[in-house]
C-alpha cells in the first residue's frame, strides 16, 4: 500500500522556482522499473558515488544516496525524510506516484540548497531505500531492514560529514523513521513527524495488511518505542518532538497519529502535537509545514510558540 499525499514533486518544484529555475536537458530523472524491481549497487560502485554511504544489514548491502546542502561539519543538519512513492493501481499492479517519476538528483540538490536558505540550518534529504538514486527494493519500507539501513546510514553520514548530530523531519511514511531514529540516538535535537501511521499494528489491521513479526521485512511500529521515546523528551535539554496531524487526514486517519502522542505522555514524555491543515485533497500533505516547525525548533523558538504558530493554520499558508 502506498500512502499517498507526500507531494515529493510539489516539494522540489516549488524548490526549483524559488531558486530561479533549472534546465531539465540531459538531466535523467528517476525511474519507475527501479522502484518497482528495486536494484543492486556493490561497495565499489557506491564509493564512486557523489554523496552516498555503504551500509551492510540483515545480509544486504545498500547504497544510500543524500543530498547536503551547507557543511555539517561541527553542526547538527536536518535531515528530510519523503513518503512512500509505491503502491497498487485498481488492478492490483505495481505502480509509481507519477510526481516522483519528474524528479532527479539535479533537483533535490537544488531543493535542499533552497530549504538550507530558508531554513538557515544545514540540511539533507535523505535518499530512503529504493529511493531517490539509493538501491535496495521501496516494497521493503517501514521494515526493520529499512530502520536499520537507516541508523547505519546516518551513522556513514555523521562520520564523513563531522556532523555532531541530526535533526530529523518525516512526511507520511518516512515519517516511521523518525521515532525509530529518535528511540535509538542520543543525538537528536529536533524531530518533527508530519502525517505518519504511529500506530502502525492498528493501521495495518485496519487496512487488511498482514503485520509481519519476524526477519528482514518485520514491519516496525512506532508504539513499540513508547518506552525508549518518552524519557528522551521529558524535557530538561533533551530532544523536542512535534506531531503534525490534519484531523481530516484521509490517507493516515488521525485516529492513527493519536494513539502514539497519548502513549508518550502517559511515559512521561512531553510530544507537541499541532493539528493544521495540509495542502492536498486528501488533507495530509504537510511537508513545507514541518520544515517549516523543524527550522523554528532549531531556532530555538518555544515548543507553545511552535505549536501557536501552526495551529489549525490554512493548508496554503506557507511563509513566502
Not at 85 to 97: A, H, N, P, S, W
Request: charged letters at 20%.
Amino acid at each position: 500500500m502506498v500512502i499517498r499525499g507526500h507531494r515529493l514533486a510539489t516539494l522540489v518544484l516549488a524548490a526549483v522556482c524559488a531558486a530561479g529555475g533549472a534546465s531539465a536537458q540531459g538531466v535523467k530523472t528517476f525511474s519507475a522499473a527501479d522502484v518497482i524491481n528495486g536494484t543492486k549497487v556493490s561497495r565499489e560502485q557506491c564509493a564512486a558515488t557523489p554523496r552516498a554511504v555503504f551500509v551492510e544489514s540483515f545480509g544486504q548491502g545498500i547504497c544510500i544516496r543524500y543530498y547536503l546542502s551547507g557543511p555539517a561539519k561541527g553542526l547538527a543538519p536536518i535531515v528530510f525524510f519523503t513518503g512512500d512513492v509505491l503502491g497498487l493501481d485498481d488492478k492490483g499492479r505495481r505502480e509509481v506516484d507519477p510526481g516522483y517519476l519528474t524528479q532527479a538528483p539535479e533537483f533535490i540538490d537544488i531543493a535542499s540548497k533552497v530549504w538550507a536558505g530558508r531554513l538557515k540550518a544545514p540540511m539533507i534529504f535523505f535518499g530512503r531505500m529504493g529511493m531517490n538514486g539509493s538501491s535496495g527494493w521501496h516494497g521493503d519500507r517501514r521494515t526493520a531492514l529499512e530502520v536499520d539501513v537507516t541508523k547505519k546510514a546516518l551513522d556513514a553520514i555523521a562520520a564523513r560529514e563531522g556532523a555532531t548530530g541530526f535533526h530529523l523531519v518525516g512526511q507520511s511514511g518516512g515519517a516511521m523513521l523518525v521515532p525509530a531514529l529518535l528511540a535509538a540516538r542520543d543525538d537528536v535535537g529536533c524531530a518533527v513527524i508530519a502525517s505518519g501511521p504511529l500506530d502502525f499494528r492498528a493501521f495495518t489491521k485496519a487496512y487488511g495488511i498482514t503485520f509481519r513479526t519476524s526477519g528482514a521485512r518485520a514491519h516496525y511500529d512506532p508504539m513499540a518505542d513508547v518506552a525508549k521515546i518518552a524519557p528522551k523528551i521529558a524535557g530538561d535539554g533533551g530532544s523536542r518532538l512535534f506531531v503534525l496531524t490534519d484531523p481530516k487526514d484521509r490517507a493516515v486517519p488521525a485516529k492513527f497519529q493519536a494513539p502514539f502522542v497519548t502513549a508518550l505522555e502517559a511515559a512521561g514524555g512531553r510530544p507537541a502535537q499541532i493539528f493544521t491543515d495540509g495542502r492536498d485533497k486528501d488533507h495530509h500533505a504537510l511537508i513545507e509545514k514541518a520544515l517549516f516547525v523543524a527550522g523554528e525548533c532549531v531556532a530555538e523558538v518555544s515548543d507553545a510558540d511552535v505549536v501557536r504558530h501552526w495551529q489549525g493554520r490554512a493548508g496554503d499558508d506557507l511563509p513566502r
